[in-house]
């Protein structure tokens, strides 16, 4: 498990490209038959990967939580963006197919991950936060999901948004997580920026063509930043920073949010003509 500390805007707007990849840049998620870890002292959410190939992987607790188990005191978001999957929790086994979802309770304490095919492994993107009560374990199907249309072609930010979990969905202590799918010839994101100054957010991105890059977009309104990033990395938002993004093809994200709420509306947008 890596550890990332708090950083304020009045030190971050001093980084220098390296300095800023180290502290908000998470580019290793998947690792065969392994599970990596990134502990964010924003808001405390962990994010990771596990992607089991040739064995079940568990998810177990870690010294640096304390915790004789990973959902001791959190809970857990779980998408699967690989090959056919499933996870067993304390002996329950959840299917999960391409883009589907799992939220996992407080309390729950042995996790498995398993690919149903070696040769095209699922691939288990995670989200975690502290929970204060448990919740129902809950799956939802990504075809199940209608989404909502934003954004348009001749702006080129056409867009469909999928809330999974969120206040009118599948039902957390804190987590909001859900997946937003750019249209074949667009690539911005998240227009116009906006910060939340009651949450930390994460974005995982993926559907990038391996010689593609995307331009994340970060910093305070008047003060940004960008952090060049490849196929299936995560960027981790500050409260403080805004949080879009353009890449050289369309491509998928998907959000994770912790924090003082879960409503998905909650934000306070900039406008695009004061950025600096």
Request: hydrophobic share 35%; proline share 5%.
């Amino acid at each position: 498990m890596e550890k990332r500390y708090s950083i304020h805007p009045s030190q971050a707007k001093h980084f220098d490209t390296s300095e800023i990849r180290k502290n908000f840049l998470v580019e290793k998620l998947f690792l065969d038959d392994d599970v990596s870890l990134c502990y964010s002292l924003d808001d405390r959410i962990i994010i990771g990967g596990i992607k089991p190939v040739s064995k079940e992987v568990k998810l177990e607790g870690h010294d640096f939580i304390k915790a004789d188990y990973f959902l001791q005191r959190r809970e857990l978001g779980v998408f699967n963006i690989g090959g056919s999957g499933r996870i067993s929790v304390d002996g329950k086994v959840y299917p999960l197919q391409n883009r589907d979802c799992l939220y996992i309770g407080l309390g729950c304490k042995e996790l498995i991950f398993i690919s149903d095919s070696d040769s095209e492994p699922a691939k288990f993107y995670l989200a975690s936060a502290p929970a204060h009560k448990n919740y129902p374990i809950q799956h939802v199907a990504f075809k199940e999901v209608q989404g909502d249309e934003m954004g348009s072609q001749e702006t080129a930010n056409k867009r469909t948004i999928r809330r999974m979990i969120h206040e009118k969905g599948i039902q957390s202590c804190q987590l909001c997580m859900g997946m937003t799918e750019l249209a074949p010839g667009n690539v911005w994101n998240s227009m116009p920026p906006h910060v939340h100054d009651r949450r930390v957010e994460v974005y995982m991105y993926f559907d990038l063509a391996d010689d593609a890059v995307l331009f994340h977009m970060m910093g305070e309104p008047d003060e940004t930043r960008h952090i060049v990033m490849k196929n299936e990395q995560a960027v981790i938002s500050p409260p403080w920073s805004i949080h879009s993004g353009s890449a050289t093809s369309n491509y998928t994200f998907i959000w994770a949010m912790a924090g003082e709420n879960y409503t998905y509306e909650d934000m306070d947008t900039f406008p695009i003509s004061d950025m600096k």
